[in-house]
């Protein structure tokens, strides 16, 4: 459990990363202007200006150029289909990890395979198997894992002392968390208790189901696994959130500026929003976190989020410079850059390990840790085959809806996207 003031969290940002500072005007005109797509900028423009204006500086015959990010991973994936299907594609695009699927089916990606094999030993250069196994799909290097997650829990200790609850012995199990949830509710003046961040994607869901040990689909991947006791026992548990953590049916957005304010107490996320949460905090906030509750002690797992860099030009005068950029975005400087500027997980080994990179990073900034602590216990964030993938999602996100909005209960509403999404499979 970990824990950092609005005050002690200032020398986080990214204007003190020093030679990160460079001002992407700084570097120089090139012969090659790559066009790079990314989504999510509130996460990561900062992130990708950095990493350009360094990169440029140190390939100055190579310039990036940004076209206007994605607002998410569902808007990024179609972004790249309706580009692929009609011209116009980015010569490097970052995408969800359970986008890199759909994509690999339609055959846009360009194997990196051979690139890494120019580079030798891509364990010496911090990019472990399981790293790669993240963005490997149909036999292929799709992408490079870029920026990886996992869900961990907020607080705001100033609300869990007003509540009666123990800074130093926060909840570990959900019944915990709940009961501490209505306390802070009950404490009025617009306050709320906790927000599990239900809406956007299949994510937090799958949390809860892996949490539980389950899974999305059957081995064969042609049936709904999710209906079983496993997610029976997870939208129960959101239910429940709403019931006795008295839950309100805010969007992550609203979410996130009540906890700013001070009127949220607990909030259960991705580790990406460490640094926005530290750029953003009131006074009234100490920041703490905890790893996630889970289940089963021993079949329970959490999801890997997060995104890849996929090459897409099939220029072979481009795709030289094209795996340069992907390869210091995910060397150690790009991913100490991405680490400090989000919260996500650093994705090559050298980075958290040398003291030029984050050696003394997580030593000095505990925040950043449960994330860390919880990656042996985390899976890929499950793809969905064939092309309906988005719709999927949607229909996960619609019958979850249902529940916090409590226009359903939760048995039906699991019996209800078991049903679509079943038709949704490929026969």
Do not use: C
Request: charged residues 20%; neutral net charge.
């Amino acid at each position: 459990m970990n824990h950092l003031t609005r005050r002690g969290a200032l020398g986080l940002s990214l204007a003190g990363l020093g030679a990160a500072a460079l001002h992407p005007a700084a570097a120089q005109t090139g012969s090659i202007e790559l066009t790079v797509h990314y989504p999510m900028p509130a996460f990561f423009k900062d992130v990708m200006e950095t990493i350009a204006a360094e990169f440029t500086a140190a390939n100055p015959g190579i310039r990036i150029r940004y076209p206007a990010p994605s607002p998410n991973y569902e808007e990024a994936v179609q972004a790249v289909l309706r580009q692929g299907a009609a011209g116009g594609l980015p010569d490097v695009s970052f995408q969800g990890l359970n986008r890199l699927r759909v994509l690999t089916e339609r055959r846009l990606p360009v194997d990196l395979t051979p690139f890494l094999a120019r580079e030798g030993s891509a364990e010496a250069r911090g990019w472990s198997q399981p790293i790669l196994n993240l963005s490997r799909f149909g036999g292929i290097q799709s992408g490079m894992a870029f920026a990886t997650s996992n869900p961990i829990v907020y607080y705001n200790l100033n609300l869990v002392r007003r509540a009666g609850g123990d800074p130093e012995k926060l909840p570990t199990t959900w019944d915990e968390l709940l009961a501490l949830s209505g306390r802070i509710a009950a404490l009025g003046d617009g306050i709320s208790g906790m927000h599990f961040r239900w809406a956007g994607d299949d994510w937090m869901f799958s949390a809860l189901l892996y949490g539980h040990g389950g899974r999305m689909l059957t081995e064969d991947e042609k049936d709904v696994a999710f209906n079983g006791p496993e997610g029976h026992a997870a939208v129960a548990l959101i239910d429940r959130m709403v019931k006795e953590g008295r839950m309100q049916p805010l969007t992550v957005d609203a979410a996130l500026q009540a906890f700013y304010a001070g009127k949220l107490g607990i909030f259960s996320g991705t580790t990406a929003y460490i640094g926005s949460m530290l750029r953003s905090i009131g006074p009234s906030v100490e920041l703490r976190t905890t790893k996630m509750p889970v289940i089963d002690p021993v079949r329970g797992r959490l999801p890997t989020g997060g995104n890849a860099a996929v090459m897409l030009t099939r220029d072979p005068s481009r795709q030289d410079a094209a795996w340069r950029f992907i390869a210091f975005a995910t060397g150690p400087r790009g991913q100490e850059i991405m680490t400090r500027g989000t919260g996500y997980v650093p994705n090559n080994t050298i980075a958290p390990r040398d003291e030029r990179y984050l050696g003394a990073f997580y030593r000095e900034n505990p925040l950043f840790r449960p994330a860390m602590e919880q990656v042996p216990i985390a899976q890929p964030w499950y793809a969905f085959p064939g092309s309906n993938g988005v719709r999927v999602t949607e229909t996960i996100v619609d019958n979850l809806a249902r529940i916090v909005e409590q226009r359903a209960a939760p048995e039906g509403a699991l019996a209800d996207m078991a049903r679509e999404v079943k038709r949704l499979l490929p026969r």
